[in-house]
């Protein structure tokens, strides 16, 4: 069973920066390649990027293109996601999850494994 927990998140001014981390279980974290969702009350768990196995590949929302960085670190079993010049509406819950496949995906039916999430407020 892998189990994935996301941590790093709170209050944040506008034009502010976070950094969530999300640590997993298992050694299996390494050939994995791993994603980052949001998610706001009453709408759909939304893609905001994801990282292949080795790092070398990204692919981000264009909704924070150039603001949100993703890296990883294989040997914590770890993966980061940088948020900088933050705006409330990047205020949500972020979800960690665990793809299926090798191919950085942004649906969520291509995750199988998801942590609790962790809230991230961003005040104007």
């Known amino acids: 069973q892998v189990q994935l927990v996301e941590s790093g998140g709170g209050l944040v001014q506008a034009g502010g920066s976070l950094r969530l981390a999300c640590s997993a279980s298992g050694r299996t974290f390494s050939g994995y390649t791993m994603g980052w969702f949001r998610q706001t009350p009453g709408k759909e768990r939304d893609f905001v990027g994801g990282?292949?196995?080795?790092?070398?590949?990204?692919d981000y929302a264009d909704s924070v293109k150039g603001r949100f960085t993703i890296s990883r670190d294989n040997a914590k079993n770890t993966v980061y996601l940088q948020m900088n010049s933050l705006n409330p509406e990047d205020t949500a819950v972020y979800y960690c999850?665990?793809?299926?496949?090798?191919?950085?995906?942004?649906?969520?039916?291509?995750?199988?494994?998801w942590g609790q999430g962790t809230q991230v407020t961003v005040s104007s």
């Open positions: 990282i292949n196995w080795n790092g070398r590949t990204t």
């Open positions: 999850a665990r793809s299926r496949g090798a191919l950085v995906q942004r649906t969520t039916t291509a995750y199988d494994y």
